[in-house]
Every structure is written in C-alpha cells, then in structure tokens.
C-alpha cells in the first residue's frame, strides 16, 4: 500500500478544519443550528466545575461562534427532548444521545472499572445501591444532598479527598452502570433520574452495539473530529484502550475510512480520515479552553502546533509559570500564545494577569503557496514578523474584548506581566 504524505502545516490544517475552525463564524447571532453543527464536528464537550472564568464546557463553542446564548447548550443537555447527554467519555462529557448505545459496553464493565470507591460500595453494599435506585425510581429526579435528606440518614463520610456521602457513591456507580443519568443541574450539582426516563425513547430501544462494533464506531467519530491522527491520538478521544482501538483502527484502515499517511515530523504513522478536508489556510482567531478538543491531548498538542501545554491549576502559585487558569491563543492556524484570565464578576472586569507570547508569534511558519497566514508583500522578514505580531495582538484584543461582553464583564484589564502584555494592554486600551 502506497502511504500518502502530509506536510506538517496541512496536518495542522486538516486538524483545525475538523475541529470546525475553518468554518466561518455566523454573522448574527448564533442559533441552535450552529451549535450543533459544532457538536457535529467535535463529537462531545468536555465538562469541568472550575468556574474562574466559565464552566468549560460553556467555551468549545463560544470559540468556534463567537458570543452564543449557553441557554441552547442548556437546553440542549437538560430541556425535554433532550439532544445531548452527560456520561464518561473523554472525562465527564456532554455528548450527543445517539453516542449513548456506543458506551454501554463501559456501563456493563461499572463493577470492574469504575472508580474504587464506587466499586466499593457496590460490591459491599448492594442493598444500598438498589435502594437509591429504587427510591429514584419512585421520587423521580434526585440530587445526592436531596436523596440523603429524603431518606433521612447521615452516612458516614467516605473519604478526605472527594468528601462524598455514600449515598453520592451509590448514585455515582448507578450513574457509571448507565443506570441513572443527568436530569438536570442545579448550581452546577446533578440532579439523577433513571435512564430510560432522561434519554428519547427511541435511543433506549436502540439495540446494544457488539463491543467490537462500538469501538470502530467510536473511532471512527474520533477521526472525523481529528481529520488527521495517530492511533493513540484516535484512542485518547472516547478513552478507549490500545487493545480496543488497534483492531477497530486495522478495520477501518481496511474499508477505506481511514488512510494511512506519513505527517512531516510525526515519529508514528498518522491517519487521515476519508472526508476530511485539508484547507488552504484557516484565518480562526479563537480562545481554546484547557479542555478544548483541539488541545486536550497534550502529546497530540505539542506534535502538532510546537506548543506545550500544562495546567497549572495544581500548582503553587510560586511555581507557576503562566498561570491558573491559561487558555491558548489560535491565530491563522498557529497558536501564537497564552493568556491566563479571570472573570471578576463582583468588578465587571475579565482580567488578565499575564500574557505570554510563543515562538510562532516571532517566527510565523509561512508555507511557500499555502497561503497559511497572510502578510504584506515586499516586506523583509523582520517586518513581516512585526506586521504578524500586530496582527496577532490586536486580534486577541478583540477575542477578549468579545469574551467579556458574551460573560456580562463591562472592561478587560490586563496585568503588566508576561513578554505579551504590554502591546497587550496597548491593544486593548
């Protein structure tokens, strides 16, 4: 088999067009089409209670649309008639429910792979777990605090760590079984009811996928979010393990889906997906969550943009080097820097507290006949820099200066620190 070869800047375009950055963003204001047509392309948003700035799963679309309402994320997760789900995908997800039938093989492993705790409880106190199954099933939507208040005990605490109630474990292990799913929220806490009762009725009577079959069904959503992607970089998607994707990834090699190719730079072979489209440049200013899709695989991060990535969230605050809560910068196809923010609600500020330039920003990657980014003509190379840089600056200006007014902030302010923050706060002035 002849492998096709890809330069390393139309691995990193196919990626960023899969990813629904080289769609433009709606002129008005965007509806319910848009956003999933954004679910569309990334498959699934990752959910994170860290609110510094916004819940995470809120971001992944305000960066590919620009100000959205979250109401139609809401009502698209919670409302009746409900078109996405909450289950452990990549981490704790919001997915569309037609990928319910595809994880139930994780649900059936619950006594065996879920997390300890939860394994725990289940295996030394099932009558505990029918019981709170049976009470959700009488009562309807529950959250764990109103399941314990309902039943009237005060279980013991289970841990230091995660300070859950054994009742909270009990719903988690149903919750991982696919027993019960998210109702709803309610500041940010779930509210459980039984599965059958939350899901479309004709996703609940959907018959069970082999195992086999789900896997190559799960990869196969994996590279048409990624456009080009290494085995690993498929399998870290939906969180799968090498000896479920390496088969599901040899099938689909072998009915076309997926076709090999040598990316430049890349150490192991890369797989491009069948319909994936390799645009001639993407011109997408954007903001990435840390929990982005186009960024949540680090390796596959730094593989393909130059950019390594950590959060910082974790560490003390002395040994940081960018920041708490750091999202980074996608200028025309390259991530040119990190900015770390915070919403200041009672202030009515986004600040920044640090801005950090990267390498791309000095010495923009240019493809001869590409078209990749755009630059004045005629210019010597350390103009052409400095007009990048410009450019790249008084865009992310703008990007933050949009991201207030979405979040109700009435300024941005940034913090004299980091090589990026003075013609930052130039710009945004």
């Given at each position: 088999m002849?492998?096709?070869?890809?330069?390393?800047?139309?691995?990193?375009?196919a990626?960023?067009?899969?990813?629904?950055?080289?769609?433009?963003?709606?002129?008005?204001?965007?509806g319910?089409r848009?956003?999933?047509?954004?679910l569309?392309r990334v498959?699934?948003f990752?959910i994170?209670?860290?609110n510094?700035?916004?819940?995470?799963?809120?971001?992944?679309?305000?960066?590919?649309?620009?100000?959205?309402?979250?109401?139609?994320?809401?009502?698209?997760?919670y409302?009746?008639e409900?078109?996405?789900?909450?289950?452990?995908?990549?981490?704790?997800?919001?997915?569309?429910?037609?990928?319910?039938p595809?994880?139930?093989?994780?649900m059936?492993q619950?006594?065996?792979?879920?997390?300890?705790?939860?394994?725990?409880?289940?295996?030394?106190?099932?009558?505990?777990?029918?019981?709170?199954?049976?009470?959700i099933?009488?009562?309807?939507?529950m959250?764990?605090?109103e399941?314990?208040?309902?039943?009237?005990?005060?279980?013991?605490?289970?841990g230091p760590?995660?300070?859950w109630?054994?009742?909270?474990?009990?719903?988690?292990?149903?919750?991982?079984?696919?027993?019960?799913?998210?109702?709803?929220?309610?500041?940010?806490?779930?509210?459980?009811?039984?599965?059958e009762?939350?899901?479309?009725?004709?996703?609940v009577?959907?018959?069970?996928?082999?195992?086999a079959d789900?896997y190559r069904?799960?990869?196969?959503?994996?590279?048409?979010?990624?456009?080009v992607?290494?085995?690993?970089?498929l399998?870290?998607?939906?969180?799968?393990?090498?000896?479920?994707?390496?088969?599901?990834?040899?099938?689909?090699?072998?009915?076309?889906?997926l076709?090999?190719v040598?990316?430049?730079?890349?150490?192991?072979?890369?797989?491009?997906a069948?319909?994936?489209?390799?645009?001639?440049?993407?011109?997408?200013?954007?903001l990435?969550?840390?929990?982005?899709?186009?960024v949540?695989f680090?390796?596959?991060?730094?593989?393909?943009?130059?950019f390594?990535?950590?959060?910082?969230?974790?560490t003390p605050?002395?040994?940081?080097?960018?920041g708490y809560?750091?999202l980074?910068?996608?200028?025309?196809?390259?991530l040119?820097?990190r900015?770390?923010?915070?919403?200041?609600?009672?202030?009515?500020?986004?600040?920044?507290?640090?801005?950090?330039?990267?390498?791309?920003?000095?010495?923009?990657?240019?493809?001869?006949?590409e078209?990749?980014i755009?630059l004045?003509?005629?210019a010597?190379?350390?103009?052409r820099?400095?007009?990048?840089?410009d450019?790249?600056v008084?865009?992310?200006?703008?990007?933050l200066?949009?991201?207030?007014?979405w979040?109700g902030?009435?300024?941005?302010?940034?913090?004299?620190?980091g090589?990026?923050?003075?013609?930052?706060?130039?710009?945004?002035?």
């Amino acid at each position: 088999m002849t492998v096709q070869s890809l330069s390393a800047a139309e691995a990193r375009r196919a990626a960023l067009a899969a990813q629904g950055f080289a769609d433009p963003r709606p002129s008005g204001n965007p509806g319910r089409r848009a956003l999933h047509r954004v679910l569309g392309r990334v498959g699934l948003f990752q959910i994170d209670s860290v609110n510094v700035l916004v819940r995470s799963h809120y971001l992944p679309a305000f960066s590919r649309l620009g100000p959205y309402r979250p109401e139609l994320l809401e009502r698209a997760a919670y409302a009746p008639e409900r078109q996405l789900f909450e289950y452990w995908a990549h981490e704790a997800s919001l997915l569309p429910v037609d990928t319910q039938p595809f994880l139930r093989w994780r649900m059936a492993q619950a006594a065996d792979k879920a997390w300890g705790g939860m394994r725990r409880i289940a295996a030394e106190k099932p009558e505990l777990v029918a019981k709170v199954r049976d009470t959700i099933a009488e009562r309807g939507p529950m959250s764990a605090g109103e399941l314990e208040a309902e039943s009237g005990t005060k279980a013991p605490r289970s841990g230091p760590w995660w300070d859950w109630r054994e009742s909270k474990l009990a719903l988690e292990y149903l919750f991982w079984a696919g027993e019960v799913s998210t109702f709803d929220r309610r500041n940010f806490e779930r509210r459980y009811d039984l599965t059958e009762r939350v899901l479309p009725p004709e996703v609940v009577a959907t018959p069970t996928p082999a195992p086999a079959d789900a896997y190559r069904e799960l990869i196969r959503r994996s590279a048409r979010a990624l456009g080009v992607a290494t085995e690993p970089d498929l399998r870290d998607y939906f969180r799968l393990k090498p000896h479920q994707s390496k088969p599901a990834v040899a099938e689909l090699v072998e009915e076309g889906t997926l076709i090999p190719v040598a990316v430049e730079g890349w150490r192991d072979v890369g797989y491009l997906a069948a319909d994936a489209r390799i645009p001639r440049r993407v011109g997408a200013s954007a903001l990435l969550s840390p929990f982005d899709s186009l960024v949540w695989f680090r390796p596959r991060t730094e593989r393909l943009f130059g950019f390594r990535y950590r959060l910082e969230i974790y560490t003390p605050a002395p040994q940081r080097v960018h920041g708490y809560y750091v999202l980074p910068f996608l200028f025309r196809g390259q991530l040119v820097g990190r900015v770390d923010l915070k919403a200041d609600r009672a202030a009515g500020v986004l600040r920044v507290p640090g801005a950090f330039g990267e390498p791309a920003l000095a010495a923009p990657s240019v493809p001869a006949g590409e078209g990749e980014i755009a630059l004045p003509r005629g210019a010597g190379a350390s103009a052409r820099r400095r007009a990048f840089a410009d450019e790249a600056v008084a865009a992310l200006a703008a990007e933050l200066h949009s991201l207030a007014g979405w979040l109700g902030l009435e300024r941005v302010e940034v913090a004299p620190n980091g090589d990026l923050a003075a013609p930052l706060i130039a710009a945004v002035g």
